[in-house]
């Protein structure tokens, strides 16, 4: 039997290893987020486990600095705080490996552009498949043509369009300035910044708006998207915007299963957007599995092809 020396330091010690996990788990929440399957429901597991253990042990070590004598009640809480507490820390250390995002990289990883005209489109449309693609080995830049100022408030927008690019594993996000629901009035400014990004980054995969939308600066990208990559040996896929109409019809999917939460985090980002319907996650997840069902998988992202270009 452990000695009361020995005992008061090991609940010591399991208190503050809980306390730590709970901790890092609360600082790192974001990160948690992105290498994570069900990220949220694993967040309050590991908190909840943590903080319970924690005041367990709290609870016996003010029983022993108080001095009171030790009853059936305190056995079994030293049964709970050192027995117990170690098979709980090793149970969400093996949850947290089991919930940890795997892919196999790609067999050849190329360059992707990502383009938007709002600061929110990339993560609403694509968010699930660049950090697929991401984690895969393929580098990323993202283009975002408007602050979004018509649709919330500019002097936000911008730099929630930086976070979720970091959040996805953008390497690098450009957002310009060009006049929010008036990009058809700028056709030859949104086609120069299109270009210009091409051939900075030569993708060999482009993603950008479908010609099937009801917004006028999504048509608008997706006319100045073909004219700039009218040269260019890349393929152009065409992502799913809330306001695409019935006519969106998606022949390129892809399955997005392990990152519906990464999907719902990035898009998370953009607070100024939070009340806008289409930010739910619930409908973000029904989205997915829609298109799932029609690819077959339980959770897709799907595109129309403007272009596609074999690199066999």
């Not at 079994?76 to 919930?99: N, T």
């Not at 050849?108 to 990502?114: H, Q, T, V």
């Amino acid at each position: 039997m452990d000695s009361p020396g020995v005992s008061f330091i090991g609940h010591i010690i399991t208190t503050m290893a809980f306390l730590g996990m709970a901790v890092y788990t609360f600082i790192r929440r974001r990160e948690l987020s992105r290498t994570t399957r069900r990220s949220t429901a694993l967040f309050f597991i590991i908190m909840g486990v943590s903080l319970f253990f924690a005041v367990i042990n709290l609870f016996r070590i003010s029983y022993e600095i108080i001095g009171l004598p030790d009853t059936v009640f305190t056995a079994e809480l030293d049964l709970v705080g050192h027995y117990s507490s170690v098979l709980a820390q090793a149970a969400l250390i093996l949850v947290l490996f089991a919930s940890k995002i795997v892919i196999e990289p790609a067999t050849r990883p190329g360059g992707i552009l990502a383009i938007g005209a709002h600061p929110d489109d990339i993560e609403i449309a694509a968010g699930a498949a660049l950090a697929k693609m991401r984690d895969e080995g393929y580098h990323i830049r993202g283009l975002v043509l408007t602050q979004g100022e018509e649709g919330g408030n500019a002097e936000y927008r911008p730099g929630e369009a930086r976070r979720g690019a970091e959040f996805l594993g953008l390497d690098e996000v450009e957002v310009l300035s060009l006049c929010d629901t008036r990009l058809s009035e700028q056709m030859v400014d949104v086609t120069k910044a299109i270009e210009t990004m091409i051939m900075k980054v030569n993708p060999d995969i482009i993603f950008t708006h479908s010609n099937h939308d009801l917004h006028q600066d999504h048509q608008a990208v997706y006319e100045a998207t073909l004219r700039a990559a009218r040269s260019a040996r890349t393929t152009i896929l065409c992502y799913e915007s809330p306001s695409v109409t019935q006519d969106f019809h998606p022949t390129y999917f892809i399955d997005v299963d392990k990152y519906v939460d990464v999907k719902i985090a990035a898009i998370r980002e953009h607070w100024d957007q939070r009340s806008k319907s289409y930010m739910k996650p619930e409908l973000v997840r029904g989205k997915l599995a829609f298109r799932g069902g029609q690819a077959k998988v339980d959770y897709a992202e799907g595109f129309e092809i403007a272009r596609m270009v074999s690199r066999v």
